[in-house]
């Protein structure tokens, strides 16, 4: 899974073999989580509550990318890349 973004140590996925809800993948040390995109819910997996904080504001500012690369996946498109926090 090439990753869309990075910050802070953070890394964001979207695996081309997903499925329904829309969600990315995060990968933070050991952690890895599953959140959904529309509403930010952990699907699985956790994170610590700073990696949390900091995702879920990424994921507020880029819904609609985020939201574009699902669709780009589903049609086995090329994923564009999302800035990460500064």
Not at 40 to 49: D, Y
Not at 58 to 78: A, D, G
Request: aromatic share 12%.
């Amino acid at each position: 899974m090439p990753a869309i973004s990075y910050f802070y140590g953070i890394k964001i996925y979207i695996n081309p073999k997903d499925h329904n809800p829309p969600h990315f993948h995060v990968r933070y040390a050991e952690f890895d989580a599953q959140v959904c995109i529309k509403d930010g819910q952990i699907l699985a997996g956790n994170l610590p509550p700073k990696a949390r904080a900091l995702t879920e504001e990424w994921r507020i500012l880029n819904i609609e990318e985020l939201l574009q690369n699902w669709k780009l996946m589903t049609e086995f498109k090329e994923l564009k890349k999302i800035e990460g926090l500064k």
